[in-house]
């Protein structure tokens, strides 16, 4: 048997990846074996941070209802799983729930490699049918963005760093994820241009040119923020309070949304926008000013042309003219 010791550290081990996860019961009554295997699987098997995330929300809701169902590990069947996604198809969409569905079933492909159980009960089970050709990111047009970037107040280092996030995501296509997780010397001289280098999935670095706007407001940020010999440190770091000064924590994509948020408000700005915003944006003006999508999917570091697709909005355009023919 397991000491209350041992279980307790796993458990907080659990709760350290996601402090609102806990073993789920159903995993603590199929023994110490399943146990460790579950937090083996979340903490050694999945790197990055993002999926380990969402994973442990959707194995969490999972065992939730397992356990409302008095449903043991040892007797689960696709019949059962398939039942709890006609289930999730009433709350979420298909997208979350087809990943629901493979954060069950890579659970359970771990847990029979592992020999804690014999089958993996969620194989067989089909996911909800998805096809998107179009992104459903909001995307500004040319105006909308330049009079947000112009919107901001600059007169503090606050108000900098925000022009500059903003920007860095328009004119690289860069996620906010990148962005954040960027140090003042990934902004860097090469030849005759700065560059700047982007901290993507998987631990990939991407390198691409700054254009000459992106040079101008982070030349600003950094003079003004007093951060250049700071190599080693985050580039783009929190607000002190209502101070106007920065501290010395990285920025974080919450903190990079909520940003976004209130300088949109402050302009009065009707469109949604979110962080992915400005990716989809950079991209659609691109492609409309001449560029071509091969290219595009290179500065955005996309593994499929198909992805950067989706962040072609200049049909939305042509859509609208052609409707407004119609003259009834």
């Not at 941070?49 to 696709?78: C, D, G, I, Q």
């Not at 040319?142 to 600059?154: G, K, M, P, Q």
């Not at 691409?208 to 940020?221: G, M, S, T």
Request: hydrophobic share 40%; with cysteine; proline share 3%.
């Amino acid at each position: 048997m397991m000491s209350r010791e041992l279980k307790a550290r796993r458990a907080f081990t659990v709760a350290r990846v996601d402090p609102s996860a806990m073993l789920p019961a159903t995993i603590c009554q199929a023994g110490s074996r399943a146990e460790e295997k579950y937090v083996e699987f979340f903490t050694a098997r999945i790197r990055n941070a993002n999926t380990r995330m969402a994973y442990l929300h959707a194995v969490k809701l999972f065992f939730l209802w397992a356990e409302s169902a008095t449903l043991p590990l040892s007797l689960m069947r696709p019949f059962h799983v398939a039942a709890y996604v006609e289930q999730l198809q009433t709350q979420f969409a298909a997208p979350t729930v087809k990943q629901h569905l493979a954060a069950i079933r890579q659970l359970f492909d771990y847990l029979i490699v592992t020999q804690v159980t014999e089958t993996n009960p969620a194989t067989a089970v089909r996911g909800p049918s998805y096809s998107v050709k179009v992104g459903k990111t909001p995307v500004l047009d040319e105006d909308e963005a330049r009079n947000l970037l112009d919107s901001i107040d600059t007169t503090s280092v606050v108000g900098l760093r925000d022009r500059a996030v903003i920007a860095m995501m328009t004119y690289t296509f860069a996620r906010i994820g990148a962005v954040v997780a960027m140090n003042v010397e990934d902004y860097f001289p090469q030849g005759k241009r700065w560059w700047v280098r982007l901290h993507e999935k998987r631990g990939k670095l991407h390198s691409v040119p700054a254009h000459h706007k992106l040079e101008e407001y982070l030349d600003a940020f950094l003079d003004a923020a007093g951060t250049w010999d700071e190599k080693r440190e985050p580039l783009f770091r929190t607000a002190i309070g209502t101070t106007k000064r920065l501290s010395l924590n990285r920025l974080s994509r919450s903190d990079a949304y909520r940003m976004i948020q209130r300088r949109a408000d402050d302009m009065g700005m009707e469109t949604a926008a979110s962080c992915h915003t400005f990716r989809a944006t950079g991209i659609t003006n691109y492609l409309t000013n001449g560029g071509t999508l091969e290219k595009a999917q290179q500065l955005a570091n996309h593994e499929s042309a198909r992805t950067t697709k989706l962040y072609d909005r200049r049909d939305d355009k042509l859509s609208l003219d052609e409707v407004e023919r119609i003259t009834i």
